[in-house]
């Protein structure tokens, strides 16, 4: 059915509004005209002219008749070229912006019936700049194109042409895409003149039409229609003045439409402008009559990738009118649309089943709930009611003492908790709560450890039952914690448990202080918490990738990418491992799939065009940066459109933290509570028949067991000496720390950057980079990199410098300092943290990173001088914890003691930590201010009880309180975690002769 359209003066007009004709058109034919590998292999071209926007002056409405052209020619079957011509533009003036949408016109002529014109269902949309595939679609030329597209002159034609390509000419087609890029598309002005009888008049009107005017040319690069899946290019393209040597240079094409086949055979005829009838225009024979002239193809020098024309050329030279084209600023908006994509693109689910094959979903276990959650509830069961029996015969034996009000010292209690003993054991009652017990023991046994048969060996028994009772006795503290008396639990200290947060700071300072093995211990202990987030994978995964351990990391990378495997970080981490470890085909499937499930992340797009280009894929790398610019742009417009209306607030700073113990002198009610615990615990020793552990080998008590045992063999925060360096790791500089304040302007590659940088990829190789200037890392440098991850950097970075909107910037600079000062490669450090401070001398990120860079050398005093510059900022930079924590040494190291104080108590609100309370405590104890020093130790010992140097200045505290008790039990605690400090060590030792106390091996 299609429609009928009344023809001016016809009786259809004068219908009521709403009533239409249509005409039933039935076409066929007796077979196919294409069979089905033609179908298959084929493709149908859509092109649309739109318009010629900012058109020269001299184009004026007025005057004689002109046919404003364009054309251009595809394969079409075989080798053959087909023409394709959009004529009779209309030329507007300026005023206001073409309507969206509209109707798309046949490329016929002479169609009387007003609305027949427009093809049905095909509309011209338009969008915004950034998202086309053309030029002038960065942010700059906004205004020019609002200024052309809505008050300068236009010529418009909105004319849709279609071509089908056979097979063969598909494969030309893509062919020629992938040698020449680019394709011409010619423009000019012809003269319309009316035809006058005669001879001398025939003759005039063949030699006026053998002449071209205005005759110009835009490249079109065609590029992006052999990106996987792109089956339409839309876009603006300038015109620049049509020179036979540009033009074959750019497009490798040897004829212009227009002028060298002349216009007047073709063109006359109007109604077959666009019929297959029409004779090819590069024809053989043409090819070999009309070869192109040495003098145009090596008169000048061009690039193919160049969009600008030579300023040199002859022809452009002579083609004065063509250039009004340049000064104007023409520029035609075109569309290509094909039907099937020339090159398919994985779907979606197939690189997600890709991804399940190379790393299958793993679930969560089922935790088991049965009867072994009910064997472990019958044993909560007991340990209450043999606590409540224990106190209960403990108040009938002392309770006239604890009514007196009179404070209990240790040895009343001692004397108390033997009677006790003495008490239960002589009465049976301890062999009856022994057996009361035995029962729940035994379901636990079979239940939860499923052990029902003999053991084949004594060894094999001693070790069940050394488990057994760890987890007995924890299920007894659980239960207690959770049923003690209200009166007992106000008078406990109250622990905080540290959270999945501060475990992560702890463990950034242990990665500092190079004490690896502790590091590892905290990320470990994150993921016995919760090893079902993914964040703690990853952040294990990046440390390892910090300490060279590529296997683990990309086994936390999968295990990640196993339990979340939309998880857009973990698919670009398991890139680059696979990059790394040479499995190229895996890392394109990871990249893709990341690039799929979130189609504007920047970051993706730009390391899967860096594989691209480790894999010498042109075409695919220059789609994946060409992607990765149109989402930034698109990403820095929203910003920049949100910041205009939303007044952005600042950032909240963390409050301070308190958790840990406050140790008191005098024993409270508790401490009887803390017995029972202790006669428990003794209970179920003998219960599970175990051998009773050394004084040395036993848990720490409640009252400092403040956190899990991961934390032993901590390296203390010592402070640094003049002339030495090197004690503190550059690792903090392997976080986005030093990344620039908030800059002015970013690129994809910095972008990139941030991220490798938030991972740990930064480290260099073992020979370095040579560079072909000094202070730049180009592209040409990095060539010869090996194709592994720790180049990826450098690799981004060489980019950054040769990005139109990059360049050698501050925060470029501050990356290259960072890379070196991993690699201690100071002078380098040196070079670029001077170029970066010249570039931005108020970047409190600059200031911050050469303070690391003077205190790893040893130069305190600048290091200090550069540390307070970035704290006087009113702008924090990036990293302030271990800025404040080193100056904080510093001042102490000096003796500014009540500066050392102030600034460790800012880090303190910030991010506390055992290495910021533990700087209190110092600071205080220096200052005579015993009081504070021990709460702020007795936080750094509730962050972490297996530090040396928290229980040295305890050991110092407590002998200058005079109480020796907990001297002693500091001290020792001293020398069980081998305290390195000499003289630390010997400061106590000569407290300790000065008191007469605190030293139980005199």
Known sequence: MAPLHPVVGSPLENLRPGAKCCLEVTVSVSEALLTTAQILGGNLL?????????????????????????????????????????????LKLGGEREPVPRPKKWPISNILAPGAQYIPDSFITGGPYVEEDGELNNPEDKDFRNQAEISKKRIVWDLESRCYLDPPAVANFQKR???????????????????????????????????????????????????????????????????????????????????????????????????????????????????????????????????????????????????????????????????????????????????????????????????????VDDYHTQIQNIATAILDEYHKMFGKELTTGKDLDNQTLEDHKCQLNYELNCSGKYFAFKEQLKHSVVKIVREKYLKTTAFENQEELQAFISELYIFLVDQMHVILNQNMPEEAQGSTAVVTPTSSDQLRLFAYEAQVNEDFPLATVYYEERLVRDNQNVEHWLDYGSFCLLTNDVHKAQECFRKALSLNQTNIDSLLLCGLLAIMMEHYDQAEIFFEDATCLEPANVVAWTLLGLFYEIQNNDIRMEMAFHEANKQLNAKLAKEKSTAETVDIGGKLEPSLTNVGVVRTSSPTKGDVTQDTISMLDELLEDTTKTQPESAEHRKPSLQHQVLSPIQRNSKSFTKEKKGSKGHM?????????????????????????????????????????????????HVA??????????????????????????????????????????????????????????????????????????????????????????????????????????????????????????????????????????????????????????????????????????????????????????????????????????????????????????????
């Not at 595809?74 to 959009?86: A, C, L, M, T």
């Not at 000064?327 to 908006?333: K, M, N, P, S």
């Not at 609100?909 to 309370?917: D, G, I, N």
Request: glycine residues 6%; proline residues 5%.
């Open 177 to 375: 895409i992938a040698d020449c890029r680019f394709w011409p598309v010619e423009i000019t002005r012809i003269p319309i003149i009316p035809v006058i009888k005669g001879k001398s008049a025939k003759v005039d009107k063949t030699e006026d039409e053998a002449q071209v005017f205005f005759h110009g040319v835009a490249y079109v690069n065609m590029v992006p229609l052999l990106y996987p899946g792109v089956k339409r290019i839309r876009g603006a393209y300038r015109v620049y003045p049509y020179a036979d040597g540009i033009v074959y240079e750019k497009t490798k094409c040897l004829f212009s439409l227009f002028r060298d086949l002349g216009h007047q055979s073709k063109l006359g005829n109007v109604t077959g402008v666009n019929s297959p009838l029409v004779k090819p225009i590069l024809s053989k024979n043409l090819r070999e009559e009309k070869p192109p002239k040495e003098k145009d193809t090596t008169s000048s020098i061009k690039s193919q990738s160049s969009d600008n024309p030579l300023e040199g050329d002859t022809s452009l030279n002579q083609n004065s009118e063509g250039q009004q084209y340049v000064e104007a600023g023409t520029y035609l908006l075109l569309e290509f649309e094909l039907e099937k994509a020339l090159v398919p693109k994985r779907l979606s689910e197939e690189l997600a089943s890709r991804v399940k094959e190379i790393i299958p979903i793993r679930p969560a276990l089922v935790r088991r709930t049965g009867g072994a959650q009910k064997a």
């Open 729 to 777: 790791s550059t690792s903090v500089l392997a976080s986005p720390a030093f990344h620039g304040v908030s800059p002015k302007s970013s690129s994809i590659f910095m972008e990139t950057t941030r991220f490798l940088m938030k991972v740990n990829a930064v480290q260099m190789g073992e020979e370095g980079t040579k560079q072909s200037s000094p202070g730049r890392l």
């Open 781 to 1002: 440098d990095v060539i010869r990199m090996p194709t592994c991850m720790p180049k990826f950097v450098h690799r981004v970075l060489a980019h950054e410098l040769m990005h139109p909107q990059g360049g050698p910037s501050c925060e470029y600079y501050l990356v290259l300092a960072q890379t070196h000062l991993l690699k201690k490669d100071f002078e380098k450090t040196e070079e670029y943290l001077q170029a970066a401070n010249q570039m931005d001398y108020l970047n409190p990120n600059v200031w911050g990173l050469k303070g690391h860079f003077f205190y790893l050398n040893g130069n305190f005093a600048e290091a200090k001088e550069c540390y307070e510059r970035t704290v006087s900022f009113v702008v924090d930079a990036a990293e302030m914890h271990f800025i404040y924590l080193r100056l904080g040494s510093i001042y102490l190291e000096e003796g500014e003691n009540e500066k050392a104080k102030n600034t460790y108590m800012m880090a303190c609100k910030r991010s506390p930590s055992c290495l910021t309370w533990l700087g209190v405590g110092i600071a205080c104890y220096r200052l005579e201010e015993f009081s504070e020093a021990e709460d702020a130790l007795s936080e750094a010992n509730a962050m972490n009880n297996y530090n040396a140097e928290v229980w040295a200045y305890l050991t110092l505290v407590c002998l200058k309180a005079g109480r020796k008790l907990e001297a002693e039990q500091s001290y020792k605690y001293t020398l069980k975690l081998k305290l390195k400090d000499e003289a630390l060590l010997q400061e106590i030792h000569m407290v300790q002769d000065m008191v007469g106390f605190g030293n139980p091996s005199f």
């Open 46 to 90: 859509k092109v649309t002219l739109e318009a010629a926007y900012s058109v020269p002056e001299s184009f004026v409405i007025t005057g004689p008749q002109q046919n404003y052209m364009v054309g251009l020619q595809v394969p079409s079957i075989g080798e053959k070229d087909y023409p394709i011509f959009f004529r009779s533009g209309i």
